[in-house]
């Protein structure tokens, strides 16, 4: 079993950023594609980014220009920064290995 450890959760004002991590075993980390999703309240668990193993990314149409989806192979581990946070970006975020494994979730929460 993988296992996927997030961080960097929070409650934050609009405008504001948060950095979410994600570590993964080395196993596997180095040769999987990661992806963060996001599920809000009432609604379905949607996609928010993914890279590569080789760093090639996607972001999705919603959080282009203010998410960055980044990892570092050396520390196994994968980020997501998240710039001018909006109350529409509060759900609990997802990493997620190689579209198969998933972390147990972190809170963001985004107030005026």
């Known amino acids: 079993q993988v296992q996927l450890v997030e961080s960097g959760g929070g409650s934050v004002q609009i405008g504001e950023s948060l950095r979410l991590s994600c570590s993964a075993p080395?196993?596997?980390?180095?040769?999987?594609?990661m992806a963060w999703y996001r599920e809000a309240p009432g609604k379905k668990r949607e996609l928010v980014a993914w890279i590569t193993a080789v760093g090639n990314t996607h972001v999705e149409d919603f959080a282009k220009g203010r998410f960055t989806i980044s990892r570092d192979n050396a520390k196994s581990t994968m980020f997501l920064q998240m710039d001018n946070l909006k109350p529409e970006d509060t759900a609990v975020y997802y990493c997620?290995?190689?579209?198969?494994?998933w972390g147990q979730g972190t809170q963001v929460t985004v107030s005026a």
């Open positions: 997620s290995c190689a579209f198969t494994y």
């Open positions: 080395p196993s596997v980390f180095g040769r999987s594609s």
